[in-house]
Structures are given as structure tokens and as C-alpha cells.
């Protein structure tokens, strides 16, 4: 004789697939925040290396199809204005540094 089975509904996928879209997006939703603070920050700061991490998490973001689509397009807007002060610095005065004197 065999145990005694309960019908599967297949209930259990979809909550497992609903879960993963949910931690998908949510992860989508903190890169796209992360990109624009640190092509902020990349605008006073560490130019050459905020700019481009902010333009991928920002296109990264965009792939996987956040919620702040405006968010993670900013971003990679600050990330590569970044790099163009960065260029603009070195051009103006040879450095690559933020200099008052």
C-alpha cells in the first residue's frame, strides 16, 4: 500500500516565484538609490571612481527593471558628469584634485 498524498496545487511555486520578483525588484530599488548617492557624492569626491559605479548600478538597475526608473537614470546621468568635471579638473589645472588655491 502506498502513504497518502495530498493533491499538490502548485501554490507553493508561485509563492517561491512572487517571493523572488519581490526581492528582484527590491534590490533593483536600492541599487538605483545607491547609484544616485554616489553620483552625488562623486561630484565633490573620488570622481574617477564614483562616476563609473554609479553609471553601472544605475544601467544595472534599469535592466532588472526597478520602480525608480527616474532615480536610476539620474544616476547614470551624475555618474557621467562625474567624469566630465573629473576631465575638465585635469584639463583647467593638471590635477586630480579638487584645489581652492
Do not use: H, K, Q
Not at 41 to 50: E, Q
Not at 54 to 74: D, E, S, W
Amino acid at each position: 500500500m502506498s502513504p497518502r498524498t495530498e493533491p499538490r496545487t502548485g501554490t507553493g511555486t508561485r509563492t517561491r516565484a512572487r517571493t523572488r520578483t519581490r526581492t528582484r525588484t527590491r534590490d533593483a530599488d536600492a541599487m538605483a538609490v545607491t547609484a544616485f548617492v554616489l553620483g552625488l557624492v562623486g561630484l565633490l569626491v573620488m570622481n574617477l571612481l564614483l562616476g563609473p559605479v554609479a553609471v553601472v548600478l544605475g544601467a544595472l538597475a534599469l535592466y532588472r527593471r526597478t520602480t525608480r526608473p527616474g532615480r536610476a537614470r539620474l544616476a547614470i546621468a551624475l555618474g557621467i558628469t562625474d567624469v566630465l568635471v573629473l576631465v575638465c579638473l585635469v584639463t583647467a589645472d593638471g590635477t586630480w584634485s579638487w584645489s581652492l588655491t
